[in-house]
């Protein structure tokens, strides 16, 4: 696992020199990228949800394609379109940003949900169909796509199936007082984003996702992550819980963190530690809870105190 530390290490660092005082937020931003899922991030205006993006695409040696969202796109100015050649009277696929493997969708919930679903294709099968055709997209392929809360004049909220796509949904927050001071430091003469370049290949990339699906998951820790989403679907405060696609997630989240904290066997603490950031997103909390108040974050918070935590996960022992 020293590989993927290494990997990751480099990959955090050189995001830190953009974003200050948020490790374990950029830490959850990479172990979406090992865990070959797509990140969305959530958060109010201007606390940095776009430069921990642009960051993390301009740390990897990968194309890199950036789509702003308004009301008024439209699904091929994502997935492209296919243009008739006079002079070879066929015609041909001119591909739209989506073709890259580093995508920056900023304001996902600024686009009509006609213009969100065009990502669904993208998102699932790594491929889009224009006009009947079928193109495949490149690897390795994330979506990064922000998003500002719902109550916001001018947002359309995302459909369910749109969330579940998503690997893991993470927040930036607002810095302390010592961190703010620090951002108005670095960006005196400019910003730092302007200047940072790649760290890691493509080849990097591929093997580090390669060699987290190595890392061992005992019996007990893939019980404890069924019984977690299988939880989501029995509770009282929950009208739609999590689907199969979250326990995947889990699983794989699971091996990720353990291999950048130099394991190569996952423990039920890692699942515990990523379950709020992969599954909050795909619940859909009942009408009454949300009268009282009752978040996504509250109810997950009360099932893992609920659930107990199983012993083991080490890797056995081969004579």
């Given amino acids: ?7 990751v290490q480099r990959v955090v660092e050189n995001i830190e020199r953009v974003i200050v ?3 374990q937020t950029v830490q959850l931003a990479v172990i979406g990228l ?8 959530e958060d109010v205006p201007g606390v940095g949800k776009t430069m921990l993006a642009r960051s993390l695409a301009r740390s990897l040696g990968c194309s890199f394609g950036r789509i702003q969202f308004t009301p008024d796109m439209l699904p091929s100015d994502v997935t492209g379109v296919s243009i008739f050649n006079k002079a070879t009277q066929h015609f041909e696929y001119q591909p739209g940003p989506i073709m890259a493997q580093v995508v920056l969708i900023d304001e996902i919930n600024r686009a009509t949900p006609k213009t969100q679903a065009a990502l669904l294709e993208a998102m699932e099968e790594r491929q889009v169909t224009v006009d009947g055709t079928s193109y495949p997209l490149p690897r390795p392929f994330m979506v990064m796509a922000t998003q500002n809360p719902v109550e916001y004049e001018g947002t359309f909220s995302l459909p369910e199936a749109q969330l579940d796509r998503f690997a893991m949904r993470i927040g930036v927050g607002y810095p302390s007082l010592s961190d703010e001071i620090e951002v108005l430091d670095r960006q005196q003469f400019r910003h730092p984003v302007q200047t940072l370049e790649a760290v890691a290949s493509v ?11 190595s890392i061992y998951v005992s019996p007990v820790v893939k019980e404890y992550i069924v019984r977690v989403v299988q939880a989501t679907r029995q509770h009282d405060d929950i009208y739609l819980g999590a689907s199969p696609r979250g326990s995947l997630t889990l699983y794989r989240a699971g091996q990720a963190r353990a291999a950048i904290h130099g394991r190569d066997f996952v423990l039920p603490d890692d699942v515990k530690a ?11 909390i009942s009408p009454g809870a949300r009268l009282r108040n009752v978040t996504a974050q509250d109810v997950l918070e009360t099932l893992l ?15």
């Fill in 21 to 23: 005082g948020k490790h």
């Fill in 1 to 7: 696992m020293a590989q993927v530390q290494d990997f």
């Fill in 305 to 319: 105190q609920k659930l107990p935590m199983p012993e083991g996960g080490h890797k056995p022992v081969t004579a």
């Fill in 203 to 213: 080849d990097d990339v591929l093997a580090a996702q390669e060699a987290i699906k």
């Fill in 274 to 284: 990523v379950v709020p950031t992969v599954l909050a997103h795909r619940l859909i």
């Fill in 34 to 41: 090992l865990c070959q899922g797509h990140l969305l991030i």
